[in-house]
């Protein structure tokens, strides 16, 4: 709540989204893209338009596997509410195949931790997203937020790639990610059917919006 707080007051301020990204990138560090920045990003401005939204989506395996990871190695190098040894020191691998409650998403049932749960649902509101970006398709996601939303991201690509040079990978990558066979991802895959779904959905949209503005 704190960062989205920001995000709308520095669009009061007239603060393009741009230069909200690297001031939040300075403050939060990582954890900035995490939340506000990724997930849910409201960029009012004055007037009474209703606010336009975006949202980010990542393959939802891949996703799992790296907040898997970055959430013990937060843990560890902040050592604020030491966790166990044993779930410091788990595997991905072993969480699966052992069907740990923390690696097993059961169809139908509700986690928090899915990226479905940062979209709304059927309200009138929920239905203004101007563009989902694509982890998988970064430069893509930057060429159309440049064309569709130029108020806010015009010289987005330049900035990100001349201009922030350490956030090329994704900021919220862990450091010490562990390799996971394909068929454990493929065991984790058949349960998040509609994470691929909502997943398949972005990217087939990003690409016709990409078709439209590239005129082919």
């Not at 997930?39 to 009474?48: A, H, I, L, S």
């Not at 891949?62 to 788990?90: C, M, V």
């Not at 649902?121 to 239905?127: D, I, P, R, W």
């Amino acid at each position: 709540m704190e960062q989205r707080a920001v995000v709308t007051f520095n669009a009061k301020l007239g603060k393009s989204a741009s230069e909200t990204f690297i001031l939040m990138k300075q403050v939060y560090e990582s954890s900035s893209s995490d939340k506000s920045i990724h997930q849910e990003w409201v960029c009012p401005r004055y007037g009474y338009r209703p606010p336009l939204y975006i949202n980010l989506v990542r393959d939802p395996v891949e996703r799992l596997i790296s907040t898997f990871s970055y959430r013990r190695q937060t843990a560890h190098l902040h050592q604020t509410k030491q966790p166990s040894d044993y779930w410091l020191n788990k595997k991905y691998e072993n969480c699966v195949r052992k069907k740990d409650p923390e690696c097993l998403f059961l169809d139908g049932t509700a986690y928090d931790r899915l990226q479905i749960t940062f979209f709304c649902g059927q309200f009138e509101e929920c239905k203004s997203y101007a563009v989902v970006g694509v982890v998988e398709e970064w430069n893509m996601t930057l060429a159309v937020l440049e064309d569709i939303l130029p108020q806010f991201f015009r010289g987005a690509a330049r900035i990100y790639h001349e201009e922030m040079p350490g956030s090329r990978l994704n900021p919220s990558e862990p450091k010490f990610k562990q390799e996971v066979s394909q068929q454990v991802k493929d065991l984790v895959k058949a349960n998040l059917s509609h994470e691929y779904e909502l997943y398949n959905f972005a990217l087939q949209r990003l690409h016709q919006q990409y078709r439209s503005i590239r005129n082919f």
